[in-house]
T-cell receptor
Framework: AQSVTQLGSHVSVSEGALVLLRCNYS??????LFWYVQYPNQGLQLLLK??????LVKGINGFEAEFKKSETSFHLTKPSAHMSDAAEYFC????????????FGSGTRLSIRP | NAGVTQTPKFQVLKTGQSMTLQCAQD?????MYWYRQDPGMGLRLIYY???????DKGEVPNGYNVSRLNKREFSLRLESAAPSQTSVYFC?????????????FGDGTRLSIL
């Protein structure tokens, strides 16, 4: 069965600092992986996704993530945090032939200190 | 560009009351989904509709029913609301029901059951 673990329910960084949000997955076959962002009182928006091919995936707002099969990880990074990055971030995995089988992690709330 | 529209945005019900949450998408997507979001638990799939005319149970279907009214609209009904159904409900859509296809979310309905 597939599963997703996000390490750290809350991460706080200073403005301009590196953002690193951790995601590990469990999947018996090559997965499809996603990062979504949720701003207060809004729905989830797709940041980036990995399907096949290049393991370093670039997304919107300067975020990127690297698929590491050997570590079963898909960590999200951004070189320099901005105040507008404060939000909740969800990692998700899809394994089967159906998009309905997306499993979401429990989320990581990112706070940015001035 | 409305995307996915959910109504109402907020609702308070008494235990035992019934209610229908409405969802409509204008992206000509084939697949639609209903999730609930509870603190620390990410998103859990309630029901989905892979295409017009079909519906299937997700992870937590008990206490809910759905109707795929047409390609645009997918409603979620609580026949007899219970306090355990207090949650934020999200509707989502995707172009099709294949792994790797991102889902587009509405802004949610915040439902409280007293």
């Amino acid at each position: 069965a597939q599963s997703v673990t996000q390490l750290g329910s809350h991460v706080s960084v200073s403005e301009g600092a590196l953002v690193l949000l951790r995601c590990n997955y469990s999947s018996s076959v090559p997965p499809y992986l996603f990062w979504y962002v949720q701003y207060p009182n809004q729905g989830l928006q797709l940041l980036l996704k990995y399907t096949t091919g290049a393991t370093l995936v670039k997304g919107i707002n300067g975020f990127e993530a690297e698929f590491k099969k050997s570590e079963t990880s898909f960590h999200l990074t951004k070189p320099s945090a901005h105040m507008s990055d404060a939000a909740e971030y969800f990692c998700a995995v899809s394994q089967y032939s159906s998009a309905s089988k997306i499993i979401f992690g429990s989320g990581t709330r990112l706070s940015i200190r001035p | 560009n409305a995307g996915v529209t959910q109504t109402p945005k907020f609702q308070v019900l008494k235990t035992g009351q019934s209610m229908t949450l409405q969802c409509a998408q204008d992206m000509n997507h084939n697949s639609m989904y209903w999730y609930r979001q509870d603190p620390g638990m990410g998103l859990r799939l309630i029901y989905y509709s892979a295409s017009e005319g079909t519906t299937d149970k997700g992870e937590v279907p008990n206490g809910y029913n759905v109707s795929r009214l047409n390609k645009r609209e997918f409603s979620l009904r609580l026949e007899s609301a219970a306090p355990s159904q207090t949650s934020v409900y999200f509707c989502a859509s995707s172009e099709g029901d294949r792994a790797g296809q991102p889902q587009h979310f509405g802004d949610g309905t915040r439902l409280s059951i007293l």
